[in-house]
């Protein structure tokens, strides 16, 4: 949320606080593991983030980690890529980052926390396959990285990855269990001075009711043909990951294959995940149905609770006849609205193919609040579009999309409420205030945690970085 909060940001400056702010709320830095000599430095760090030591060696050692000087310069070069500024980090606040994320690495090994080398590997996968899409080959990632060959550039890169695992399963575990009561969010607000009250953007709540274009039998039966036969290709010896990247419309899986690893608790929809784990281990499943589209399954390794599979979506034509009967449908429900026969919220409650939002009358549920409400700055800007022009409860026209690959649908939205910009009040915005006590009571935790574990944790800091000011007390003084 985008708020004017003095009396956060007063707490924020403290100094054992600001640093780990960035570690709750951030993507942990890329920092290199290579061992060289001990090397003391023997030039000053610069403020100038451009000014680089011209001399490589170890200036820190945490737990078993190190960081080399050239770690700082990885570390810039990292941000700078992902379209961040370094102009206003010094060299001393981005070595003590670093520190930082050694420090949670270091502890988790000492917890024990679990990262698997499956767990890593599926993130490298993941992210390789990004990146290649973003600079175009292999060889181009392992020349970025500054390494001789792919191998040298998988090594370093999987070591970097499993450190930010531990990272931020450390971070998590630290977290996850700060709860927050009603009473110390009341008392957290009372304690804001009025005049430095948090301030709330505008915001508003959206409905919708959705009419999907329905497939014929025939349609179906030619989806569920094709996927036997690409079952029966690969029983004789074809490649299902080369039948997933040629044919799978599932635009998150084909790139790679179809592949996915997978628990009970990893966020799937039912029928597959019952599929799924319902097969053995090289076993390909017959053609079932989702939300998607029809699907098969070929299942290629089960380590206890988790399944490697790979998976092929197809999802049956629409017919031009559909989707004029559907657009007929969803301009008649709009007519029946407009001339007051049925309210929105029944009409989607007994007409809207949207099963999701169908029992709360459309409303639609914001992801990442968990709310009703929607901030016009951070709103998805395809339904900021539809609703931007609205006034509350005024009705769209109807429209067509196309929310997944194949696969049109109708849609009528409405402004059910629109929030202006405003102060806040306790009562009106309990869960926006919630969440902002529950972020300075996660932030105390982990400012102990440093405190507790820098103390029981061997720590060294070499050469000129001693005389840095760290917002945490690596010196031990």
Avoid at 15 to 38: N, R, Y
Avoid at 101 to 113: F, G, I, N
Avoid at 337 to 342: T, Y
Wanted: proline letters at 3%; aromatic letters at 10%.
């Amino acid at each position: 949320m985008i708020f004017q909060f003095p009396f956060i940001s007063s707490f924020l400056n403290n100094k054992k606080h600001i640093l780990t702010l960035l570690l709750i709320f951030s993507v942990a830095l890329v920092s290199a593991q290579e061992i060289i000599k001990d090397n003391p430095v023997k030039e000053t760090p610069k403020v100038d983030s451009s000014k680089k030591m011209k001399i490589d060696g170890i200036i820190a050692t945490v737990g078993e980690y190190i960081i080399l000087d050239s770690d700082i310069d990885k570390a810039y070069l990292e941000i700078s890529s992902q379209g961040g500024s370094v102009k206003d980090i010094t060299r001393c606040q981005m070595l003590g980052k670093l520190m930082e994320d050694k420090l949670y690495a270091h502890q988790a090994v000492q917890d024990s926390v679990k990262v698997t080398d499956s767990e890593v590997k599926t993130m490298m996968d993941e992210r390789l396959n990004y990146m290649t899409e973003q600079l175009g080959s292999m060889d181009k990632i392992v020349e970025y990285y500054k390494k001789d060959n792919e191998e040298d550039f998988r090594t370093y890169f999987f070591d970097i990855l499993k450190e930010n695992k531990l990272t931020t399963e450390m971070q998590k575990k630290i977290v996850d269990d700060v709860e927050i009561t009603p009473e110390e969010v009341r008392n957290f607000f009372k304690k804001i001075p009025k005049d430095e009250l948090p301030v709330f953007s505008a915001e508003m709540e959206v409905a919708q009711i959705v009419v999907k274009p329905k497939i014929s039998d025939a349609d179906k039966q030619k989806v569920i043909d094709r996927l036997n036969g690409f079952k029966k290709e690969i029983q004789e010896g074809s490649s299902f990951a080369t039948k997933a990247v040629l044919y799978s419309q599932d635009p998150g899986s084909r790139s790679s294959g179809g592949y996915y690893k997978m628990n009970r608790k990893t966020p799937f929809v039912k029928e597959f995940k019952d599929v799924a784990f319902s097969l053995d281990e090289g076993e390909i499943s017959e053609p079932f149905e989702t939300e998607y589209g029809y699907h098969i399954i070929f299942v290629e390794k089960v380590k206890g609770q988790e399944v490697e599979l790979r998976h092929i979506l197809l999802a049956p034509k629409v017919t031009e006849e559909a989707l004029l009967e559907a657009k007929e449908k969803i301009t008649l429900i709009r007519k029946r609205i407009v001339d007051k026969e049925i309210t929105f919220a029944e009409a989607a409650r007994t007409l809207s193919d949207e099963k999701e939002t169908r029992t709360n009358g459309g409303v639609l549920i914001n992801p990442k609040t968990q709310d009703t409400r929607f901030e016009l700055t951070k709103m998805d800007p395809s339904l900021y579009a539809q609703v931007s022009n609205l006034k509350e409860n005024e009705l769209s026209s109807p429209f067509v999309e196309e929310p997944q690959e194949g696969k049109k649908q109708f849609k009528l939205v409405t402004v059910t409420n629109r929030i202006n910009e405003h102060t806040a009040d306790y009562a009106k915005d309990y869960t926006k205030i919630k969440e902002l006590a529950l972020k300075e009571k996660q932030i105390k935790a982990i400012g102990k945690w440093f405190d507790d574990k820098i103390k029981d944790t061997y720590i060294k800091i070499i050469g000129e970085y001693k005389d840095c000011s760290f917002t945490n007390n690596w010196l031990k003084k």
